[in-house]
């Protein structure tokens, strides 16, 4: 009798703390999730207000009259919607170009065996602690000799040779599929290209997925390539021209957040949709299946 009252208590305990860890949890995602989310809120907010509410004391969240012409006002100040066809030419080349080479790539150093792949990996993985500015300048000489300056050449171009963070994604992703399913298409005829297309590529949805988010959103908010090979007022991507609202409108915040938030609408949309997907790449990324 006293063993079973032990044990029942023993067990209460471990359920109260249980119950408790899980609440302390949830609460600590919470408040992380209101402090990463208030930026945001506050960009929304403000792009329902006036110039003059956004800095009326005391603040308040809620606009005190919601203005709803702010956004026409933004995409009339400045040629909105020819930077936004710019920054979406920009990005569906950039999408497609990784969507295209990088499997490519990381299917032979998964799955093909040849010299050297082990030692390419190896390079591919030290490059990515390149910082961009390193490489800054060598690529501007080489793009300006070329005359290819003032072009979205450059701004594209490097897509379609796969980066290396995707391809060792894509590349885990890829050394997951096991090698008897490899075998078996082999001994029914199929080629190495054949066992690419039709299975390697099918089952590396989700990774896919993950780099053409991830590439979607580098592309579409990409500022300091952009600002370093394009100077023509007619090829300025959104980014760019979101710098100079900010130079001849600094005053009018209400305007510029509305602008920004019609700037960040297409990721978000982008995200929303394909969201299951890319959740399943993050979590299938190199792992065995």
């Known amino acids: 009798m006293m063993t079973a009252i032990s044990l029942y208590r023993f067990g ?6 249980t119950v408790l860890l899980q ?7 919470i408040v992380l999730s209101l402090i990463f989310f208030s930026p945001f809120l506050i960009m929304l907010t403000t792009a329902f207000k006036t110039n003059s509410d956004a800095f009326t004391l005391p603040v308040r969240l809620l606009p005190r009259q919601f203005v709803f012409d702010n956004f026409s006002k933004a995409v009339a100040v400045i040629p909105y919607w020819r930077y936004m066809r710019n920054t979406a030419f920009i990005t569906l080349f950039s999408v497609l170009g990784q969507v295209m080479v990088t499997p490519l790539v990381a299917y032979s150093l998964a799955k093909i065996k040849w010299k050297g792949a ?27 000799r070329l005359r290819w300056t003032n072009t979205y050449i450059p701004l594209i171009l490097p897509m379609f040779f796969g980066k290396a963070f995707f391809i060792i994604i894509v590349r885990q992703f890829f050394a997951g599929i096991p090698n008897s399913l490899m075998e ?23 990774a896919l997925t993950t780099i053409g988010i991830y590439t979607f959103i580098d592309a579409w908010s990409d500022y300091l390539a952009p600002l370093i090979y394009i100077s023509k007022p007619e090829k300025l991507t959104l980014s760019l021209g979101m710098q100079q609202f900010l130079s001849l409108y600094s005053v009018d915040w209400a305007l510029l957040m509305a602008a920004a938030l019609i700037f960040v609408f297409p990721v978000i949309v982008f995200f929303m949709f394909f969201q299951r997907y890319f959740v399943e790449g993050i979590s299938t990324s190199g792992l065995k299946v």
Not at 23 to 29: H, K, N, R, Y
């Open 12 to 17: 209460n305990k471990a359920y109260v703390k």
């Open 184 to 206: 078996a298409a082999r001994i029914d005829g199929a080629n190495e290209f054949q066992r690419y297309l039709n299975i390697a590529l099918p089952l590396s949805k989700p």
């Open 118 to 144: 082990a030692i390419i990996s190896g390079l591919l993985m030290t490059t990515m602690m390149i910082p961009f500015t390193v490489t800054m300048i060598p690529l501007y000489r080489i793009f300006s």
């Open 23 to 29: 609440l302390i949890f949830f609460a600590v995602v």
